[in-house]
């Protein structure tokens, strides 16, 4: 039974949501109304964080891998996230479409042809100058930002929400998954802002990929014709309208309806696509590629890990702390989102299935994903079919220009589309159901009119950072990437606490699994020992026909004395 949530007083948890909400709409004001100015202050802040803490970041993400990985492949792997012998409430396959769509689906299509691109056209300083040694850091570069690292981060939070929840029966909250260090303070005010730091920090991580979405989706559109000016904020602002008025439809209908049938359509499209890109671009290379860059990235994922690019001098940290560090960044303000989320469906899953699954079946689809993508832009770059980097790389039009090379790649671009779009809705509804969940107490069915009033908070927030970006394109996209850094700072330090409530009550259910065991073996030799006294016993009863019943006597006693000794 769960247990009473004090500062719930109403459908919503008064204490989290209103200061919540007030210091969202705030920000929406200040950057509508601002802009420049705003777009200014966030660059300020932004510069403060990287400047002073980049190191930090790149630290603690690698030992968020390397505790994932230890509490998956150990002794704590067979505990089951719900009731002993519980079986998962969905399907493997649906499972893993849900989090894969909540995870990380719109940043593929976004950054599947730009990234590897952006890499060679202008690389990590001290990489070569050969083509090769190009393409191979910027696949291996690419691997890193999109590989187990994010998952690792995803796993922290969802394994501390998912025991709280599924295991010990709390709420779906963050906060508690911090009892175990905190106890019934979590419930106070500590716990309110726990929560509501996860709040804002899922709304800023959502907006930042809805904001990068549209500027794809718009792109496309000029693309295929459709529109002139893909940079028109107007054009911009009616579009996260329009895909928010979607994503408030399919978060009102719950997670077994809509979100659960959006991810399934999700990755049937994407599948689809990645199937035709195979096809009819260079199939050969993007197998050889695929296991190369593969085998490369394990060999460099130690060290690539802790580079902060000092060895480089200040051009080697600028780069790191552009792309590495607003990575980890993004993944960890995406955090609470994806991993209350994935908590919320992985209910009956062991440990160990969670971690393997949350951890590796994402990551070995994301590398097959930039394989394909951007191993065949590469392939066209260095065979001098395309010019992808002429000028600079396109990156909001880079799958565009990639699809276009392909025959009947007009109509794919339009599918393209229509996959970001879904991948813009799912997000979006996801993110909205999750921060009505913390919004609400913890509870895993949260009213309609807050789940309509958190949809239309990311959109607002989307349009906002879009504003607050002086004249759209590079400066947007600096804008949105700038936000991400500066909300994930907060939360990465709840994710620290998250790790040793996590240990603090794995190591407590071990041992009491332990002592458990060895109580039943204890009772059970006892019995096996009992059991051969009184057989013994017997039998000389049976033998000793001079004296039985003194003999009778005499056994009964010898066998309690035994049982109370060894029982004692």
């Known amino acids: 039974m769960e247990p009473p949530v004090p500062y719930k007083t109403s459908s919503v948890a008064a204490r989290v949501f209103w200061p919540s909400a007030i210091v969202i709409l705030g920000f929406v004001l200040y950057a509508a109304i601002g802009q420049e100015t705003a777009a200014d202050h ?36 067979d505990i089951r996230l719900g009731r002993d012998n519980e079986k998962p409430e969905f399907s493997t396959l649906s499972w893993l479409a849900m989090l894969f769509a909540a995870g990380m689906g719109i940043g593929l299509v976004f950054w599947g042809v730009a990234e590897p691109l952006n890499f060679y056209d202008a690389p990590m300083p001290g990489t070569g100058e050969s083509e090769a040694a190009r393409s191979e850091t910027a696949m291996v570069r690419t691997f890193l930002h999109w590989g187990i690292h994010p998952w690792a981060i995803y796993v922290v939070v969802g394994l501390a929400v998912a025991y709280s929840v599924h295991r010990k029966g709390r709420p779906v909250s963050i906060r508690y998954a911090l009892e175990p260090l905190f106890g019934d ?3 106070g005010i500590w716990g309110d802002i726990i929560d509501s730091i996860a709040i804002i920090g899922t709304l800023f991580g959502v907006a930042t990929s809805l904001g990068l979405g549209v500027m794809q989706v718009a792109s496309g559109m000029n693309y295929l014709g459709w529109v002139d000016d893909p940079e028109s904020k107007t054009l911009l602002v009616i579009l996260i309208a329009c895909i928010t008025a979607v994503a408030t439809l399919s978060v009102v209908s719950g997670i077994g309806k809509g979100i659960k049938w959006l991810s399934n359509i999700n990755m049937g499209l994407a599948a689809a696509i990645m199937l035709f890109v195979i096809i009819a671009g260079p199939t050969l290379f993007i ?3 695929l296991v190369q860059d593969t085998g490369l990235y394990l060999q460099e994922v130690a060290r ?50 969670f971690v393997c699954g949350v951890l590796l079946v994402p990551t070995l689809l994301t590398f097959v994903w930039f394989a394909v993508f951007g191993g065949s832009a590469l392939k066209q770059q260095m065979d001098g079919k395309e010019d992808y ?19 009947g790649g007009t109509f794919v671009a339009g599918v393209a589309i229509l996959l970001i779009v879904l991948f813009f809705v799912t997000s979006s509804d996801s993110g909205s159901y999750v921060v009505d969940m913390l919004a609400s107490g913890g509870d895993p069915n949260p009213p309609i009119w807050s789940r309509v009033f958190w949809a239309l908070a990311e959109g607002a927030v ?24 500066v909300i994930a700072f907060p939360f990465s330090l709840v994710m620290v606490g998250m790790c040793i409530a996590t240990l603090k009550s794995f190591r407590e259910e071990r041992a009491a699994y332990l002592k458990a065991k060895q109580e039943r073996e204890h009772e059970r030799i006892i019995d096996r020992a009992v059991a051969a006294m009184e057989e013994s016993i017997d039998v000389n009863g049976n033998g000793d026909t001079g004296d039985g019943g003194a003999g009778g006597t005499d056994a009964e006693g010898a066998t309690a004395t035994l049982t109370k000794k060894d029982k004692g």
Do not use: C, H
């Not at 190191?55 to 792997?77: H, K, N, P, Q």
């Not at 980097?389 to 090379?405: I, K, P, Q, R, S």
């Open 42 to 77: 966030v660059q300020t802040v932004q510069d403060e964080i990287v400047g002073n803490l980049s190191w930090l970041y790149m630290a603690l993400v690698s030992l968020f891998v390397i505790f994932v990985l230890w509490v998956g492949i150990g002794r704590f792997g």
């Open 389 to 407: 980097t002429d000028g600079g790389v396109n990156t909001n039009n880079a799958l565009f220009e990639l699809l276009d090379t392909l025959p």
């Open 304 to 353: 690539l890990s802790f580079d902060t690019g000092a060895s480089q001098g200040d051009e080697g940290t600028t780069w790191v702390n552009g792309w590495t560090v607003f990575y980890w960044g993004w993944w960890i303000s995406w955090a609470p989102f994806v991993g209350v989320f994935i908590a919320r469906i992985s209910r009956g899953r062991t440990v160990r299935e």
């Open 287 to 289: 197998a050889n590629g």
């Open 462 to 485: 989307a349009i906002a950072l879009l504003l607050a970006s002086g004249s759209g394109g590079t400066a947007s996209l600096d804008t949105l990437k700038t936000a991400a850094i």
């Open 185 to 187: 303070r979590v419930k």
